[in-house]
């Protein structure tokens, strides 16, 4: 009786321990996690995500017509430039035909001028030599008649006489004779002037029209640039705003992937506690029995270690990414890289890169990384992808180079600093690129 007793005193003390350990241990777990945070449903992050790629490519066509717009923007500018140089052409073409013009109205107005000077000195001349044949009728000294020779007093008189009189006749009507061929050779060469100077006008005419063509066809062409710079002005605009709204549906996606990650963090860390309370009730069961303890159930080993290192990075949510940055100790200034990084302004930020991020969560497990995620893809344990589980590195390579890290969460999501301009988010695994194995190291 006695013995029942006591056994049955041992039942109630184990009991009352049990009890009052889980209790304690659901009081110190009720304190140490907060409320849940907000968590996001899979439909409203998926809306998300679809809505941010539709923008994405309206984005990328407004880029292409934007790109086609800029390429017809330059052929149009080296029409400008020969529309140009054809309306200086025909500026100067216009020019040499004018000058050619007036110097044939000169040629002719000169040529009328000596026409018309050798046409008075023939009529002159003509007024001259009737006067002279007058007189001498008058005289009785008419060229060949006798009384020419009247006076004469020696035959020698009479011959001189006589060959005077023939030279100032053939005198006169040689002059006559050279000033007629100098009238009709002046009329010739003023017909001839007058000629080219028509041909002058009418090139110049021809000139003037093909200046006039021109200036219309380098108007046209400059009206057709402005038209075409105006369209590339509002495409640039309708692109700005659609990118605007893209940055904003990213945003939007990375808020509500931040929540999932926190949330999914606040279930890890109750998910944490309630192990503890577990395996503190199981530790009081077993002091409280006189049998062996059982093999229960209780967390894989180094369990804790990687729900640290997961830990480690969700806490690092929303950090702005640095090329180059990230240390044990937490986020750290970016370096230069001589290209893009530095055209994000890395090398001014304090953040983390992909494999930063990786060694500062893994420090936390005293795991050290080398800041190059293609040695950290050569540090631990390689697994198959398709057995990765919570806690393992995520590769990505291009022609067989590693060139992103990642840390996964489970349930198909994972933690990263993805790339210059954005922050540390979680997201879901992309298979694209993905390296066949994940690295293990607890």
């Known amino acids: 009786m006695s013995r029942t007793r006591g056994v049955l005193r041992a039942r109630s003390i184990a009991t009352i321990t049990l009890l009052t350990t889980v209790g304690l241990a659901a009081s110190g777990s009720a304190l140490a996690v907060p409320p849940p945070p907000p968590n996001p449903s899979d439909a409203e992050i998926s809306a998300g995500r679809e809505t941010a790629q539709s923008t994405a490519s309206q984005v990328g066509e407004l880029a292409n017509r934007l790109a086609d717009a800029e390429s017809q923007l330059i052929g149009l500018r080296s029409q400008v430039e020969l529309k140009m140089e054809d309306a200086n052409k025909a500026r100067v073409d216009l020019g040499r035909a004018e000058r050619a013009y007036d110097d044939a109205r000169r040629a002719a107005e000169a040529a009328g001028a000596e026409a018309d000077a050798a046409a008075r000195q023939i009529e002159?001349?003509?007024?001259?030599?009737?006067?002279?044949?007058?007189?001498?009728?008058?005289?009785?000294?008419?060229?060949?008649?006798?009384?020419?020779?009247?006076?004469?007093?020696?035959?020698?008189?009479?011959?001189?006489?006589?060959?005077?009189?023939?030279?100032?006749?053939?005198?006169?009507?040689?002059?006559?004779?050279?000033?007629?061929?100098?009238?009709?050779?002046?009329?010739?060469?003023?017909?001839?002037?007058?000629?080219?100077?028509?041909?002058?006008?009418?090139?110049?005419?021809?000139?003037?029209?093909?200046?006039?063509?021109?200036?219309?066809?380098?108007?046209?062409?400059?009206?057709?640039?402005?038209?075409?710079?105006?369209?590339?002005?509002?495409?640039?605009?309708?692109?700005?705003?659609?990118?605007?709204?893209?940055?904003?549906?990213?945003?939007?996606?990375?808020?509500?992937?931040?929540?999932?990650?926190?949330?999914?963090?606040?279930?890890?860390?109750?998910?944490?506690?309630?192990?503890?309370?577990?395996?503190?009730?199981?530790?009081?069961?077993?002091?409280?029995?006189?049998?062996?303890?059982?093999?229960?159930?209780?967390?894989?080993?180094?369990?804790?270690?990687?729900?640290?290192?997961?830990?480690?990075?969700?806490?690092?949510?929303?950090?702005?990414?640095?090329?180059?940055?990230?240390?044990?100790?937490?986020?750290?200034?970016?370096?230069?890289?001589?290209?893009?990084?530095?055209?994000?302004?890395?090398?001014?930020?304090?953040?983390?890169?992909?494999?930063?991020?990786?060694?500062?969560?893994?420090?936390?497990?005293?795991?050290?990384?080398?800041?190059?995620?293609?040695?950290?893809?050569?540090?631990?344990r390689r697994v198959p992808v398709s057995q990765m589980r919570r806690g393992d590195m995520l590769f990505w390579q291009d022609g067989g180079r590693i060139h992103h890290v990642a840390l996964y969460l489970g349930g198909g999501r994972m933690v990263e600093a993805p790339y210059s301009g954005s922050r540390v988010r979680v997201t879901a695994v992309r298979y694209g690129g993905i390296a066949p194995y994940a690295v293990r190291m607890l």
């Open 124 to 380: 002159e001349q003509r007024k001259r030599l009737d006067q002279f044949a007058a007189s001498s009728y008058r005289q009785g000294s008419t060229i060949g008649s006798a009384t020419a020779f009247i006076g004469s007093k020696t035959p020698q008189d009479v011959l001189d006489r006589a060959v005077f009189l023939d030279a100032i006749s053939e005198s006169q009507l040689d002059v006559m004779d050279d000033l007629e061929r100098a009238r009709i050779e002046k009329i010739n060469k003023d017909s001839l002037t007058r000629a080219a100077l028509q041909d002058a006008e009418a090139k110049r005419l021809a000139a003037d029209q093909a200046r006039s063509a021109a200036e219309a066809a380098e108007q046209a062409a400059i009206t057709a640039q402005e038209t075409q710079a105006e369209q590339a002005r509002r495409l640039e605009a309708d692109k700005a705003g659609v990118e605007a709204q893209l940055a904003e549906a990213r945003s939007h996606v990375a808020g509500l992937e931040a929540q999932r990650g926190r949330y999914e963090s606040w279930q890890a860390a109750k998910q944490r506690e309630e192990e503890a309370a577990a395996q503190a009730a199981a530790q009081a069961t077993s002091n409280s029995t006189v049998t062996a303890p059982s093999a229960g159930a209780g967390p894989r080993p180094g369990g804790r270690s990687v729900e640290v290192v997961v830990g480690r990075a969700l806490s690092q949510l929303g950090v702005q990414y640095a090329w180059g940055g990230g240390t044990s100790r937490g986020p750290s200034r970016g370096i230069r890289d001589g290209g893009v990084a530095d055209s994000y302004g890395d090398y001014a930020k304090v953040g983390f890169d992909c494999s930063g991020l990786m060694i500062y969560a893994f420090a936390g497990a005293g795991v050290s990384l080398d800041h190059y995620s293609g040695y950290q893809y050569q540090s631990g």
